[in-house]
């Protein structure tokens, strides 16, 4: 690892477990302060011990409790110069047909409404920085915003959405004269803690695994530290040209089709 980010300040949410979990190693292991927040005491506390970052208890959706974040980053740090929207869920979901209003709520409040007072509230802090208005700031989409599920109504709307987010708060972060970069990366299957326990829990362990392996024509899924280099090289200077952009990590999963 580099140093790239030393001195910059990083904000996780959904930073607990999987791609978030991953992200706060990886920008701590390339020099950053790292703030981030769940709703999973236990596991944040794991998290934090093991990795020297700064766990807050918090729930994105909730707009109320977010000055109150962002004061106590600055009021520790000084700045911030990174945030990973990354907090997300399926809870709830189904077909269009049968979800439930609760459910739909449930999904569009945090992947949605979450991630839009994210970003709204980073690039709020990040006006602030000394030295001037700049930052990155790192959405998590998903192959599905290009691909829907029909079993997956809210998630798929969401994740969809956050792309026009990240175009949108990427014009005005330019047009209003800062340098604050906004973009969205869209996964494809990853292999996090929990697709790897449904894998060992399904009845036949090495089909599931070739299901989830086959998605991709690459035939493997991606790792967490794929998807985590990816979210280091957005949040440093390598990428200072980069805003507004959907770059997908999926293994060409969503690129097209073999011909007949």
């Not at 399926?90 to 839009?116: F, K, R, Y």
Request: glycine content about 12%; hydrophobic content about 45%; aromatic content about 4%.
């Amino acid at each position: 690892m580099t140093d790239r980010l030393k001195g910059r300040v990083a904000l996780v949410t959904g930073g607990t477990s999987g791609i978030g979990a991953g992200a706060v190693e990886r920008l701590r292991a390339e020099g950053a302060e790292v703030v981030f927040t769940g709703s999973k005491a236990e596991a944040g506390a794991e998290v934090a011990a093991r990795t020297g970052a700064h766990f807050h208890p918090h729930r994105v959706e909730q707009a109320e409790t977010w000055p109150a974040l962002v004061e106590a980053i600055r009021a520790r740090f000084g700045r911030l110069d990174i945030a990973f929207a990354n907090a997300g869920t399926e809870a709830g979901d189904s077909s269009v047909e049968d979800i439930g209003i609760d459910g739909w709520n449930t999904v569009i409040g945090v992947n949605l409404t979450g991630v839009m007072l994210t970003v709204q509230h980073a690039i709020r802090a990040m006006r602030g920085n000394p030295g001037g208005a700049a930052g990155s700031i790192i959405i998590t989409s998903s192959m599905n915003a290009h691909r829907a599920m029909g079993n997956y109504v809210a998630y798929s709307v969401s994740k969809t959405a956050v792309c026009a987010l990240a175009k949108s708060a990427a014009i005005h972060c330019a047009t209003s004269g800062t340098q604050i970069r906004v973009n969205a990366i869209l996964p494809g299957v990853v292999e996090t803690a929990l697709i790897a326990d449904v894998i060992a829990r399904s009845p036949d362990p090495a089909a599931a695994r070739a299901a989830f392996e086959g998605m991709s024509p690459m035939k493997r899924m991606a790792s967490v530290a794929d998807v985590t280099g990816l979210v280091a090289f957005l949040a440093s200077d390598e990428a200072r040209h980069i805003s507004g952009a959907e770059i997908l990590i999926d293994g060409a999963s969503t690129a097209g089709m073999m011909g007949v």
